[in-house]
Structure formats: structure tokens, C-alpha cells
């Protein structure tokens, strides 16, 4: 082998032991960021998990995490306290009446709007899209004087809807759809586009009509997007409290969690202990929701950002 060679054969394998160092340094890092985010999200969410089976004398004296350590001491009666004291059942009662409708109505609505916007075709329908892209631009602030205006000249309040025998959330529920259906056509629409166009042809062919396409080749296939959009509009609906106090208040027969919550705050101030429990359940719901559809949330959130 002449000198040459050997020089371009050494300086290959250098090259290459580069190159495979510098991929591991690179997932050595990935896993340490990943990790401490993960720690960073999981030991808050410890703590306040521990926080609320001790008691105050404990909480008082010592931090969260000698809990873990002999002599352990933990109780019940921080809920057993919040639950007598602060209304907590009616709150995660009216907390479900709200975010399930919030979220069904503008996913709906939703689904049948961003099949019209991607397969569709009528006058005006790329500009009819775009002002609908354009209204997450608006601030929600904004919108709150003119829309309870709306609400009082109408009838949708509280009392007149008590006096028909209607739910009192459904303000609150029209409120919540109209402020998600933008996000939820946008992220539909660009999910939908993505879909084959050989899969309509041959419906066509078939002599399939609209709904029997939308119902029987769209909705099956877009589940990933469904499910995070879902959790999406769910969690957000869940963890609202500004429009939750905008549109139904701070009565307790109708307030949501957040808002029994807000309350707490001020009336249990020195309680900490029980303010950890109700926190608690406000944020084991939206868990249990993201986990059972987490492996839908990975395909759903990059929905229509690859075409193939």
C-alpha cells in the first residue's frame, strides 16, 4: 500500500471515529436534557403529591421529601378537611359538566369544518380559512365585553337558563367552543390535507357521498389528530379560570374547579395542607387524560407538518 493510501485510509478511520463520538456525545446530552426535564416536571408534582397526605404539624417543621425517610407520617384528613369545607365534590361535578361539552362541541364542529377547508372546494374558501387561521391573533381579552353583551341581551345567563331548565354552563360552553375552534380546524385541516388523494378517488368510484367518506376513510384514519386535539381542548378547558369567572362567576353551584380553587387560596391561606389536596385532584384528571391517549399525542401534534 503506498503512503498515499495509508493516509487517506487513516485519515477515513479518524473521520469516522470522529463522527461516532460525536453521535454519542450527542445522545449522552439528549438523555441528560430529557432527563432533567423529566425531573424538572416529576418532583414538584411529587411534593405536592406527598405534601397533601401529611400533616401540618409535619409540613410546618420539615420539607416534603422527609416523608420518604422513617418515621413516616401521613393522613387522610386533609382530604377528609377539604372535602367538608370547600364544596370540592359540586366543583369537579361542574369542572366535568364543562370541559366535556367545551371539548366535544368545537372538536365536532371542528372535524367537519377542516374536511370541508381541505377537500372541498367553493368560492372563497382559501380566504374563508385563512381569517379563521387569523383569529388566534386575537387576544381572548378582547373578546369578553362583547360576547357577554351578547349573552345579557339574549337571555344566556345563569337565571334565564335555570328558568328554561337548561344547564347553566351552556355560556360557558359556547364560549369555549368559539375559542377553540380555530386551533382545532387549523391543526384538522393541515391533518386532513395530508391524507392520500387516492383514497377519495376510489370512494368516488365506488360511488361513495360525502359523509360516507367523512365517516368511514377520515375519522378512522385521523384518530392521532382527534386524540390530540382532544387533549389539547380538554386540558386547557380544565385548567381555565378567567373565563370560567367571565362568564359563570364565583357561584358555587355552577363555578368550575379552578375557580373553587381561587378560592381557596384565600380562605385557606395558612392551610397549606389542604390546599395541596385540592390541588390534587385538579391535576390528576388532565394526568389520567394525557396519559391514556399519550400514544396518540406524538402523531397528532406533528399532524400535516410531512406530506407523503
Not at 479518524?14 to 450527542?26: F, P, Y
Not at 373578546?143 to 341581551?153: A, E, M, S
Not at 389528530?225 to 381542548?233: C, E, R, T
Amino acid at each position: 500500500m503506498s503512503v498515499a493510501a495509508a493516509a487517506r485510509a487513516e485519515s477515513t478511520a479518524a473521520v469516522g471515529s470522529m463522527q461516532w463520538i460525536t453521535q454519542r456525545l450527542g445522545r449522552i446530552v439528549l438523555h441528560v436534557v430529557v432527563i432533567g426535564l423529566t425531573l424538572a416536571w416529576v418532583i414538584p408534582t411529587a411534593g405536592l403529591i406527598l405534601s397533601s397526605f401529611r400533616p401540618f404539624s409535619a409540613i410546618a417543621t420539615s420539607g416534603w421529601w422527609t416523608a420518604l425517610s422513617p418515621p413516616y407520617q401521613f393522613t387522610l384528613d386533609n382530604y377528609s378537611q377539604v372535602f367538608a369545607q370547600s364544596n370540592l365534590g359540586t366543583a369537579i361535578f361542574n369542572s366535568f359538566m364543562v370541559s366535556v361539552p367545551s371539548t366535544v362541541i368545537p372538536v365536532t364542529i371542528a372535524a367537519f369544518a377542516a374536511y370541508a377547508f381541505a377537500w372541498m372546494k367553493f368560492p372563497g374558501r382559501d380566504w374563508i380559512f385563512l381569517a379563521f387561521v387569523g383569529l388566534l391573533a386575537v387576544p381572548l381579552q378582547l373578546t369578553f365585553i362583547p360576547v357577554l353583551k351578547f349573552y345579557v341581551d339574549h337571555g344566556i345567563t345563569i337565571e334565564n337558563l335555570t328558568a328554561l331548565n337548561l344547564p347553566p354552563w351552556v355560556g360557558l360552553w359556547l364560549a369555549h367552543a368559539g375559542y377553540g375552534l380555530p386551533f382545532s380546524t387549523y391543526l384538522l385541516a393541515n391533518f386532513f390535507r395530508a391524507l392520500p388523494s387516492d383514497l377519495f378517488e376510489s370512494a368516488e368510484i365506488d360511488g361513495a357521498g360525502t359523509l360516507t367518506v367523512f365517516f368511514r376513510i377520515i375519522l378512522p384514519l385521523s384518530v392521532p389528530a382527534l386524540a390530540s386535539l382532544v387533549i389539547f381542548q380538554f386540558l386547557w378547558v380544565w385548567n381555565d379560570l378567567l373565563v370560567a369567572l367571565i362568564y359563570v362567576g364565583g357561584s358555587p353551584e355552577v363555578a368550575p374547579l379552578t375557580v373553587n380553587l381561587a378560592g381557596l387560596t384565600n380562605s385557606l391561606g395558612q392551610g397549606y395542607q389542604l390546599l395541596t389536596a385540592a390541588a390534587f385532584f385538579s391535576m390528576i384528571v388532565p394526568l389520567v387524560v394525557f396519559l391514556s391517549l399519550q400514544r396518540y399525542f406524538v402523531r397528532g401534534i406533528l399532524a400535516g407538518s410531512v406530506k407523503g
